[in-house]
């Protein structure tokens, strides 16, 4: 049968199982792991600012964005807090059932928009945090 590559007889195994051990496929692999990162392709310095500054805009325009929904969420959240503090204070005085049930939900609503205003936040402040390092990445490649 001789030399197929499923024989085990392959020019380049230095095993008996067939497959390939070679110090060259080793060095290799030791290489890239010892990469930052393996993917990054180094760009002529003008096409590499020209994408940080679009990325800079894009960055800019999406925080725009979370700081209008921001605006927004808080007053929605301000008129559902009040809704809420109304509703406790109606459960309160009549002790019925419908309105302790109309208290929950407008608990419950309050407290779904103040999560969503934390997640607004952290994502506005994720987008900060990249902005500032695209904007040392720009200073950089400038300098």
Known sequence: MGSTPTSGTNGSDNSTDGHTTGRADDEGRRDRRS????????????????????????????????REELRLSREQHDVLREQADECELRAMVSETPYAQAEYREAHGHANALTAHLRALEQSIADLEREQDALLDRLARDEA
Request: hydrophobic share 40%.
């Open 35 to 66: 990469l930052k990162n393996p993917m990054s392709v180094q760009l002529p310095t003008g096409m590499s600012q020209r994408l940080v500054r679009h990325r800079l805009e894009r960055n800019a325009a999406t925080l725009r964005e979370l």
